[in-house]
């Protein structure tokens, strides 16, 4: 009796070491969607090296769950057919266990209402439109960047201290330039009734694919306005500062903002040849905190890949340590359950600490702002001075957004 009770026992043992091994065994799986291709690959490239940077830290440190992490990469290409293919293939196919990413707010506008079909976590680390923790918000999409009005918030608190009454824009034509502008307007009229704003005929809002500024750029200076909104990112900033610098559009007597003009792609790219004395915003600065956290993630980056981290690499490390925080916290990776520990997650990143709020899963956040200058220290234009303005200050309540989980 003792020996089969014992030959019993020895079975379930080695059973039980085996599941325990293959569990061990088994990666934790991130999938994760950028634009990897074309002329914004660059937002992509430095979002997959701030995630590649935070697996490697995590797994050096025992991993998640036990286990070690393994990110699987797919290219969005800017395009919102592409980018769902690309997410049903990670869930379905590759088996992931969330998903992190996406870049332009087009694209999540149009994929986020499938994530509840999926029933995967997603975190998005760069496409601002309110509208996905907005009147698109589901259980299990979050945010841990800045929103448009969040950073826009924070650019009409600096347009209201230029003086300029008389305000433009120039934005890409589809929803993130269309939001920028009514948000500015929104936020900027509130601080300042006597402020003015073009009409929609006289405004520029210049296709996504445009490489010629020169008809736009002309109108905006023709306008005659006392400040400029401009609120294109990526490839399009690029080459409308290239072109504006050399038609003299900059030399104007009115006020510039640029809402994501402190970009470090958009930066690197223009080097000595972007103007100095602009206000541009960000979603997160590598020079605005002193804590130890970002010292070691911006050491790290910069030794990993000899460039300082854009906020798109900060992202994306974000959200995989959050991902951790999360499985810690639920004690396991299971998609409900992370889902769960999710909302309401505050945790401490780079930029200092977040919070996912739980009426609508967006994060809570600070915004940086800051006047371009240059530094023989760096290699591409800095902000200086700096100014970080309080997740809490420029956060809109969950009942102005329009979620209803």
């Known amino acids: ?54 697996i490697q830290e995590i797994n050096a440190t025992g991993g998640i769950d036990g286990r070690q992490v393994q990110g699987f ?70 945010r841990i960047s800045l929103n448009i009005n969040q950073n826009v918030k924070a650019g009409a608190l600096i347009a209201n201290e ?64 006392d400040g400029v909104f401009i609120s294109l990112w990526g490839g399009n900033l690029i080459d409308f500062v290239r072109q504006g610098t050399s038609m003299g559009f900059f030399n104007g007597d009115f006020q510039v903002l640029m809402s994501l003009g402190a970009a470090t792609e958009v930066l690197t790219a223009l080097g000595d040849k972007m103007p100095e004395g602009l206000w541009v915003g960000t979603r997160y600065w590598f020079l605005a905190n002193d804590s130890p956290l970002n010292k070691k993630f911006v050491d790290s980056y910069y030794k990993s890949y000899n460039a300082y981290p854009s906020y798109n690499a900060h992202g994306a490390y974000s959200a995989v340590y959050a991902y951790r925080a999360a499985a810690k916290k639920a004690g396991s990776v299971d ?30 956040t600070d915004a940086h702002w800051g006047k371009i200058a240059a530094d023989p220290g760096y290699p591409h234009r800095i902000l200086k001075p700096i100014r970080i303005f309080k997740g809490k200050d420029i956060t809109p309540s969950v009942a102005e957004t329009g979620c209803s989980m």
């Not at 379930?12 to 999938?31: N, Q, R, Y």
Request: with cysteine; proline share 5%; charged share 20%.
């Open 162 to 225: 230029t003086g300029a009454k008389k305000w433009t824009t120039v934005g890409p034509d589809y929803a993130f330039g269309h939001q920028s502008w009514e948000y500015f307007q929104k936020y900027l009229g509130e601080l300042n009734p006597k402020a003015t704003f073009l009409s929609k005929d006289q405004v520029a809002f210049p296709p996504f694919n445009t490489t010629d500024f020169s008809s736009y750029i002309t109108k905006v200076m023709n306008s005659k306005p």
């Open 73 to 142: 990469f797919e290219d969005s290409t800017g395009k919102a057919d592409v980018a769902l293919r690309a997410m049903r293939k990670l869930v379905f196919q590759d088996k992931v266990d969330i998903l992190v990413g996406l870049d332009s707010s087009g694209v999540a506008d149009t994929v986020v209402p499938s994530i509840a079909q999926m029933k995967v976590p997603l975190i998005i680390t760069h496409a601002a439109t309110p509208d996905v923790t907005g009147k698109f918000c589901n259980k299990y999409t979050f």
């Open 335 to 364: 998609k409900e359950a992370i889902v769960s520990a999710l909302e309401g997650l505050q945790i401490e990143v780079p930029t200092g600490v977040v919070e996912f709020r739980q009426g609508d899963h967006q994060a809570v």
């Open 1 to 54: 009796m003792k020996r089969k009770l014992f030959s019993v026992l020895l079975a379930l043992s080695f059973v039980l070491l085996s599941f325990v091994g293959a569990h061990a065994s088994t990666p934790v799986k991130i999938g994760f969607i950028y634009i990897m291709s074309g002329p914004l690959s660059a937002y992509g490239q430095f979002a997959k090296q701030g995630a590649e940077l935070a």
